[in-house]
Each structure stands twice: as C-alpha cells, then as structure tokens.
C-alpha cells in the first residue's frame, strides 16, 4: 500500500502518465483548462469544439489522453472520450445506460408518476430496448434540442434520491424544479472513480511552457487532488498536494496547513475545531494527507489547502461529497 501512495505522489509531475502517440495529435491544436488543470489536444480538441455547447454538455477534462492497449482515452467531468488507432476521431462512451443498469446500492430509484408532469407535455421516443418510453416537459426540450449528442432513451422518468431524472445512452439527466433547469451528472467523475486504475491521472498539472527555467518562488502554485470524487461515511479521503513556483518547478521543504470543512466553513470534525492538518512537501514537491470522514455526515466537503515557502503563501481548494 505505501508503494501506491508513494506512486499516486510521483504521479503529480507527470512521471507515470502515458502518452498517446504522436498520429493523435495531427489535427486541432491544444488548448489548457485551469478549472480542472488538463488539457485538450488535436482531434479530442475538434470532437470538444464540435458540440454545440461542450462545457454543458462534456464538462471540463480531468485527465489528460493517455494510451493504453491501442486505445486511446480522455475522461471529462461528464463523459468519456475513445479513439481506437484506426478510427477516424474520438467517439463518447455510452455512460448514461451503463450507469443506469450499474446503479450504486445507495442510490433509490422509483418510477416518477406520469402526472407529476401532465402527459399533455410529453411524447414517447424508442428506446435501446426497443420499447417506447415518454420524454417530458423539460427533459424533452433538452432531448430536441441535443437528441443527436446524447442518443436513445434508456428509461421512463425516474426519482432518484428525491431528484428526477432520465437516462439516455450518453448522459443522465438531473431536473431541478428550484430552478427549473435540467443539468447533466457527472458520469464521467463516476466512471473514474468506479473503472480507472490509476486515479493519480487526475491530479492537475501546469500548462505547458517553454520559458527557461529558474529556481525561484516569485510565485507559489498549490495544486490538488481528491483520491475518491464520492465516498460513503466512515470512509479514508486521501488528498494528494504538490506546491510549485510560477515556472511549474516543485517546491521542497514548503510548509502546507490543511482544512476540512463543512460548505459553510465550520470544521468538518467537531473534536478538533481549531488545529489543521501540517505537512511539508517532499523532494519533488508533494505531501500527502488524510481523513476518515464522520459516520454521521452527509453532503459536501470542503478541502482549504494554504503553503508557505521563503516568504510566499499559496493558496487552493478542492471539494468532494459524501454520498447519502
């Protein structure tokens, strides 16, 4: 177990990230998201500029390509993009029937009642299954308007944990009545989480720069990562750190304090409100901490990192949720 940690670690500075081969980049360009610190390069980036509305409907990349027997990977917040080496360009992985007939223990499920949407304002499309099922009210104008990007119909209008939803072979779609707006899950954290071996993959990383390189902390850079996106009570959080200088060099010997926290900023444990967590990074700049999440908790995490290093303070956040 201390030689995965040890690798999940070493995995910040891109060490064990596979590349994709040079044939994959001959399209497109390339193009750095900091809200997730990945990149999108050459034809992933032409599938990613293609859709009519890519960061609703794909969310932001969490990893960068990677290789692995002949295919070819990138996951995003809310799918999964492929590409085989004799395909032409990437295609989506069908996340929305595989989580519908992969459904988490915790997660219930029941039929929606039909008059909970007046079936005055719904029309029934053919399945996967063969079978015709209703689309409704504003799943059905989100299906008109991105039927071509998200597929079939897998189900009839569902409740899961109290929020409506529908499945579709591309997506899950969530329906909040506050708003009254439709959002898409973020099947494609799940299937991270669920199938990738690796998941030191998502761990951000700097954009690429061809500047000479300097060491100096003119300005200090905090990057981190959760090892689950969800977990249950009563289970171990690893967080993974690395701090670096402006140049993306890494910084040894920085002094990082670290806060779990309620939404609302109160600490997450009540038998230690006041201390955080104290680490020091490593030679290759990284540190590592860890929590046991309360039994009794539910909902969001927050995780407030702030380092020290000579006379410079960095500072970063990340968040995950306990699944109820």
Same mark, same amino acid.
Not at 2 to 12: E, F, I, P, S, T
Not at 50 to 68: F, K, S, V
Not at 264 to 292: E, M, V, Y
């Given at each position: ?54 960061? #609703? +409907?794909?969310?932001? =990349?969490?990893?960068?390509?990677? &290789? ?6 990138? *996951? %995003? /917040? !809310? ?92 997506? #899950? +779609?969530?329906?909040? =009545?506050?708003?009254?707006?439709? &959002? ?6 799940? *299937? %991270? /989480? !669920? ?130």
């Amino acid at each position: 177990m201390g030689k995965r940690r040890l690798g999940l670690l070493l995995a910040l500075l891109g060490a064990i990230l596979l590349l994709p081969s040079r044939s994959l980049w001959a399209a497109g360009g390339s193009k750095y998201f900091p809200e997730t610190g990945h990149t999108i390069q050459g034809v992933f980036l032409d599938y990613f500029l293609a859709q009519p509305d890519a960061p #609703r +409907l794909m969310g932001y =990349p969490i990893t960068e390509a990677i &290789t692995r027997n002949g295919v070819t990977i990138q *996951y %995003f /917040q !809310r799918v999964v993009l492929q590409k085989g080496a004799h395909d032409f360009a990437p295609s989506p992985l069908k996340l929305g029937s595989l989580f519908y007939h992969n459904k988490p223990d915790n997660l219930h499920r029941s039929p929606l009642p039909l008059n909970t949407w007046n079936t005055t304002g719904c029309q029934s499309f053919r399945g996967e299954d063969g079978k015709q099922h209703p689309v409704c009210y504003e799943f059905l104008k989100f299906y008109e308007k991105y039927k071509a990007y998200i597929g079939r119909v897998v189900s009839d209008p569902l409740e899961e944990n109290g929020i409506p939803v529908q499945y579709f072979e591309g997506a #899950r +779609l969530e329906y909040n =009545p506050t708003h009254g707006r439709v &959002t898409l899950s973020n099947l494609g954290e799940w *299937y %991270f /989480q !669920r199938y990738e071996p690796d998941p030191s993959l998502r761990l951000p990383l700097p954009p690429a720069s061809n500047a000479p390189h300097r060491r100096a902390a003119l300005q200090i850079e905090v990057r981190l990562a959760a090892e689950k996106i969800l977990l249950f009570p009563g289970e171990t959080q690893h967080i993974f750190i690395q701090v670096t200088n402006h140049l993306g060099e890494p910084l040894p010997g920085a002094q990082v304090s670290l806060r779990f926290l309620t939404p609302a900023g109160a600490p997450l444990s009540p038998t230690d409100p006041t201390r955080p967590q104290t680490l020091t990074t490593n030679a290759q700049g990284c540190a590592q901490a860890a929590i046991t999440v309360p039994i009794n908790y539910r909902g969001r995490v927050v995780v407030r990192v702030s380092a020290t290093f000579a006379d410079q303070t960095g500072e970063s956040e990340t968040t995950f949720r306990v699944w109820h």
